[in-house]
């Protein structure tokens, strides 16, 4: 008969070699009020939607009316046209002012949460968590229930795919005012959980906002376009068949644990969920009055002793037939007070006081060496170093916080190339003289006079201010030549190449570099003259102007108008 014989209305149970080993834990109807969980991206697309037209509500006023600003998921023909004409247009060929569209541009797996879920078809990775109230344990009155369990639900949720998902928008209006209120109140929404309360809700961020302008005969269009990048999870609705692998799973606890084996030990201790439980005895096995037989060995044991090892009742063959004693012993006392001696000693670690030496440290408040100490690899001082006696150094290398420095005697050299830079913070003081590239120097001088005329000396700056201002000859103030700067018209012509100017003096005071006509500008009738075709004279208070006429080119006459700016006294 076949095994598929339908008996009484039921199918022929399977024989129990052909059945598998099944979890009855997991043996559970899937028409019970387990859902199954899918995340799609449509999910999260409709959650931007959601977004918009219940949070965000984007409006603008036109005409003193609050009016709705629609907002369209774009579909690959409408966007691409849009992308060429840059606005969209109703089916009557109309412009849609004000509107928003949008569209998924692509996505990725976000690798700040990566899962690896080993098996797309039976996933491995499960968040779990106990359903606090189930109907099974509607009476909980489980003390007075013999060998009952209060019954668990178990839930395991796979472990979604983590995805980061860009989309690009397009906002047209009339007016820049209407584009600025509809940007604020989405920057504003920026960062937060976009979706429905109570639902799934999605990570969102805006990248940056792009504005443009277009104006034609009949329409002003004002555009932006932004990007927004959503951190979204993905759990597909088609891993969710009636055969399973489902994305969620329920498991219920046994109700009931039988033990088929005799125990000495109270099973309600064991189980702490038990209370009441009966204490189960083995049957203790009886001995009779018959002695213990002596069990004998075959092949006897015998011990023999070692090098330096001393054994009594050595070589003697213990064999079980009778008791056999042995004292192992060695030639001295090694015990904790007494004063062992090794030839050689292999040890981890050696105490010798309140020194620690190992093989590759010694710890030690104060050790002291007897003679010289040579140190292979490199040597580190964590605490202070004192060195009484001459401390040679082929290389020296220093990281100096604080020191304070005294040589009796000696030589110090800091570098050897012209390109090593010695950086001193703090004051310096140097008692003797002291030479920059090949000058000595031994002295710096206050002297406002400089009439040491030394070549060893650097003067302060109060001594160079000083001379400056205060020390000509005969009283002369320089810093008063220095900025006098006058304007004059000659006074007349002596000669057709001479001309006069009334100056008490344009000389320059002892001390400062001669005047020449290089300290002067000369224009004649309001031209330039230039310098290599004069010279100037000072004669009494009179300064003269000469011109070489062959090379200026013309003679001086009585109505020319001859300006001088210079150095004049007054």
């Known amino acids: 008969m076949a095994s598929d014989l339908l008996i009484y209305g039921r199918k022929k149970p399977v024989p129990r070699t052909q059945r598998a080993t099944l979890n009855r834990a997991k043996q559970l109807k899937r028409d019970d009020n387990i ?10 697309d409709s959650a931007i939607m959601y977004y918009f037209e219940n949070v965000i509500k984007p409006s603008v006023i036109e005409n003193g009316e609050t009016v709705k600003v629609p907002t369209m998921y774009a579909s690959p023909e409408r966007w691409f046209a849009v992308q060429n004409s840059g606005f969209m247009r109703d089916s009557k060929r109309q412009i849609i002012l004000p509107a928003i569209a949008f569209r998924r541009t692509g996505m990725e797996k976000d690798d700040t949460m990566a899962v690896d879920k080993m098996d797309p078809e039976e996933p491995k990775l499960h968040w779990q968590f106990e359903r606090k109230y189930t109907q099974l344990n509607r009476y909980d009155n489980f003390s007075v229930q013999q060998g009952l369990l209060p019954q668990r639900e178990f839930y395991n949720v796979a472990v979604p795919d983590y995805m980061v998902l860009s989309y690009d928008f397009m906002i047209w209006t ?19 959980y976009w979706g429905e309360p109570n639902k799934m809700r999605f990570r969102t961020n805006i990248e940056s906002f792009t504005d443009s302008t277009e104006v034609s005969d009949k329409e002003r269009i004002v555009r932006t376009e932004f990007s927004v990048a959503l951190r979204g999870y993905l759990i597909p609705e088609a891993f969710n068949e009636l055969a399973g692998p489902h994305t969620i799973q329920q498991h219920i606890t046994p109700s009931q644990i039988s033990i088929g084996t005799e125990t000495d030990i109270p099973v309600a201790s064991l189980m702490e969920q ?14 009779g009055s018959t002695p213990i037989p002596t069990v004998t060995l075959n092949n006897a044991l015998s011990l023999t002793s070692g090098l330096g090892i001393t054994i009594t009742n050595e070589g003697e063959s213990f064999n079980g037939s009778s008791a056999l004693s042995h004292e192992i012993s060695i030639p001295q006392d090694v015990s904790t007070t007494s004063i062992p001696e090794f030839s050689a000693v292999t040890a981890s670690s050696i105490l010798m006081g309140s020194t620690t030496l190992t093989g590759t440290s010694m710890t030690a408040s104060s050790f002291q060496f007897g003679s010289d100490v040579t140190a292979i690899g490199n040597l580190t001082v964590n605490g202070n170093s004192t060195i009484k006696g001459t401390l040679t150094a082929q290389e020296l290398h220093s990281e100096v916080v604080s020191a304070s420095i005294i040589f009796s005697s000696g030589s110090t050299r800091f570098g050897n190339t012209i390109d090593d830079n010695h950086y001193f913070t703090g004051s310096m003081y140097v008692s003797g003289s002291w030479a920059l590239n090949g000058y000595s120097v031994d002295e710096i001088s206050n002297d406002s006079s400089l009439t040491s005329n030394s070549a060893t000396a650097l003067v302060t700056e109060n001594a160079v201010k000083t001379y400056t201002d205060n ?4 009283g002369a103030d320089t810093s008063t030549y220095l900025r006098k700067q006058y304007v004059k018209i000659s006074t007349g012509l002596v000669s057709t190449n001479t001309a006069s100017f009334s100056a008490v003096t344009a000389s320059a005071p002892d001390g400062v570099v001669s005047t020449t006509e290089h300290d002067f500008l000369f224009f004649i009738n309001g031209q330039y003259m230039e310098h290599d075709a004069i010279e100037i004279q000072q004669a009494s ?28 006294n007054s």
């Open 174 to 192: 009339h007016y820049i005012e209407q584009m600025n209120k509809l940007v604020e109140r989405i920057n504003w929404s920026a960062g937060s």
């Open 471 to 474: 020390t000509v000859s005969a």
């Open 274 to 287: 038990i209370e009441g439980g009966e204490t189960l005895s083995s049957v203790a096995a009886s001995v």
């Open 35 to 44: 859902k199954d969980i899918s995340v799609s991206l449509m999910d999260m």
């Open 541 to 568: 208070t009179t300064l003269y102007l000469k011109v070489d006429t062959d090379s200026i080119g013309y003679d001086l006459e009585s109505d020319d108008e001859i300006l001088a700016w210079g150095k004049f």
